[in-house]
């Protein structure tokens, strides 16, 4: 559809058409009536007569044309109704200190933790699912919802990027002030993450997909508690557990202040995974490699899919650039020939 943005812009047309007739009323000549025409001698009238009327006009319409274009011609912007084949998938990603191990290491050289592997797998998930509305929900001792359900999946990859471990920080006696955020509040975390799916009534299948390495040792509500939760609203619980329980190498400086490899104790609660994927009629995968969590979410992204309507929408196009052009044109040709034929600019 076209319209006009600024229409109040065609109030200019007054002093134009102010200015237009007090110009050609100038040009008229006086002249003495003279009754025998058929004596005068004819002649055929050259370039410069023909084209003295004509310039004027060229000039005045090129300011009209800069008038419509101050009034922003535009094709207004069209919503479009698709239907797709679709899900809701919030993600509810583990950051608490132990997904810092290097377990998931695939060389000696290239060190990369637990986090880096499910960041870059998830990244290839979400990019292999571009109907799917997916957000981001991250938690270590307390749950943060990154990025609500979008199908803007460049905007969500940019934001997993932004997803870390917190770092430490220690007060002037050397103790950690924010060690809480270390922990794991997985109850939480699927708490906040039914909170973002409770609105997506117009998606039949919504599921969430929990990535952690831990057990839940912190948080307001109960992994089992928030399990039910999700039962009550339909909602399916996919779980991964990442790695498994004993040591793990991990980042570290010696005494010296040098860039080493130590090991720390982890854990995962595989029977608290399982309870909660069983609950809400999911699934539980235990991956101990890139490949092993390339295959969890290849099986998840194999799921059944439902039709989902959305709504696109258009930018507006802008069509003043066009009559700017147009108008300069005529207003430069039109005083062109008035400067030459009549020598002055109007």
Not at 130 to 146: C, E, H, K, M, Q
Not at 192 to 205: D, E
Not at 247 to 261: C, K, L, S, Y
Request: hydrophobic share 45%; aromatic share 6%; charged share 20%.
């Amino acid at each position: 559809m076209f319209r006009f943005a600024a229409p109040l812009a065609f109030l200019l047309f007054l002093p134009l058409l102010a200015a237009a007739w007090m110009a050609l009323r100038r040009r008229r000549q006086p002249a003495l009536p003279f009754s025998a025409l058929a004596r005068l001698p004819r002649s055929a009238p050259t370039w410069r007569v023909r084209l003295r009327p004509v310039a004027p006009w060229l000039a005045l319409l090129g300011v009209a044309l800069a008038i419509v274009a101050m009034a922003r011609p535009q094709t207004v912007l069209e919503r479009i109704t698709r239907h797709k084949d679709a899900i809701a998938i919030e993600t509810v990603l583990d950051v608490s200190g132990s997904m810092d191990a290097l377990d998931f290491s695939t060389s000696a050289t290239e060190l990369r933790s637990r986090l880096d592997v499910v960041k870059e797998t998830f990244t290839r998930f979400i990019e292999s699912r571009p109907n799917d509305l997916i957000g981001i929900v991250s938690f270590g001792g307390y749950a943060t919802s990154r990025a609500p359900l979008t199908l803007d999946h460049a905007a969500l990859a940019h934001i997993l990027k932004g997803v870390a471990i917190p770092s430490q920080v220690m007060d002037n006696q050397g103790r950690v002030v924010n060690a809480e955020e270390f922990n794991t509040a997985i109850g939480d975390a699927l708490a906040t993450a039914c909170a973002r799916l409770q609105n997506s009534t117009n998606v039949k299948s919504r599921i969430i997909v929990l990535l952690t390495d831990g057990e839940s040792n912190t948080g307001a509500v109960q992994p089992d508690a928030a399990a039910k939760l999700a039962k009550t609203m339909g909602l399916r619980i996919y779980t991964i557990g990442v790695g498994s329980t004993g040591q793990a190498p991990v980042r570290a400086r010696d005494m010296f202040g040098r860039d080493t490899i130590g090991y720390m104790a982890v854990s995962i609660d595989e029977g608290q995974l399982r309870r909660i994927a069983d609950a809400t009629g999911g699934r539980y995968f235990n991956v101990k490699d890139p490949k092993g969590l390339a295959g969890a979410l290849e099986d998840i992204n194999r799921l059944e899919k439902t039709a989902v309507t959305s709504e696109e929408f258009r930018q507006y196009h802008e069509h003043a650039p066009a009559f700017i052009l147009a108008g300069l044109a005529l207003l430069l040709l039109g005083t062109a020939l008035n400067t030459a034929l009549r020598r002055r600019v109007i």
